[in-house]
């Protein structure tokens, strides 16, 4: 973003009607557009969505610049919005028509793998994982700010061919909400994003239950065995297990 912002003010239904042009004119020149469309006043009402902008209004070095950004998404100045593994692009209609990409640094195997290991046996099936119906403890778990899904300051660079000066525009914030509203109707693209595979939360809950069913009845076909085997003794039939019912008969 270069200095030297000096661009008029343009009211918000001239706004609006440039972008349905843009997004038009963009469409019918066979680009492939993905509006952000908010019906209402709310941006996100699912649990993803609500849970990317509570973390984004969470932070102090955005607050000064997210109400515009908030306005800018409402209005549907957001007119191509695309989420890639560790890349947001986008295309916002402003004074003028402006493209912005903002990169989001990958989650540390590490940081996954121990996100993983907290939520195991908590989360039953990928279904539930997007639609994000588990438990209070694991969607505070996967919400933590540092330690969750989500980025932090630190991890999102960004970059907007406006003129506006400062570190965050307003094209930018309305993006950063744009992916909120997006995860409304597309929650796996926030695994996507932060280049993660949320089958493995589900698959650690699966291997767990597997093996909690298999291993009490495996020890005490065992611990059968072992007490015909090493001490000899002749066990009542309605004691013993068929795996030993079978062994006796062989003599």
Request: net charge positive.
């Amino acid at each position: 973003m270069s200095y030297g912002y000096g661009k008029p003010y343009v009211p918000v239904a001239k706004r609006r009607a440039q972008a349905d042009k843009a997004a038009t004119k963009a469409r019918k020149a066979g680009q492939d557009m993905q509006p952000v469309v908010i019906a209402g006043r709310v941006i996100a009402k699912t649990f993803w969505g609500k849970a990317w902008c509570d973390n984004l209004e969470a932070y102090s070095d955005f607050i000064n610049r997210l109400p515009r950004g908030r306005t800018y998404v409402r209005n549907g100045s957001v007119i191509d919005l695309k989420i890639e593994p560790g890349k947001v692009c986008a295309t916002v209609m402003g004074s003028s028509l402006y493209k912005i990409e903002i990169n989001i640094a990958a989650v540390s195997d590490s940081h996954w793998k121990l996100l993983a290991q907290e939520c195991t046996g908590s989360i039953a099936s990928l279904v539930e994982l997007l639609q994000g119906n588990f438990s209070k403890a694991v969607m505070e778990r996967m919400c933590q700010p540092k330690t969750g899904l989500f980025p932090s300051p630190q991890e999102i660079r960004f970059d907007c061919s406006c003129p506006d000066w400062a570190i965050m525009c307003k094209h930018v914030a309305a993006v950063l909400y744009g992916i909120g509203a997006r995860l409304d109707s597309r929650p796996e693209l926030i695994f996507t994003l932060r280049q993660v595979d949320a089958n493995e939360l589900v698959n650690q809950t699966a291997q767990l239950s597997v093996k909690a069913k298999k291993t009490p009845a495996n020890r005490n076909v065992l611990e059968d065995a072992q007490l015909a085997d090493v001490f000899g003794l002749e066990m009542d039939s309605s004691e013993v297990s068929p795996a030993m019912k079978k062994k006796g008969g062989d003599r």
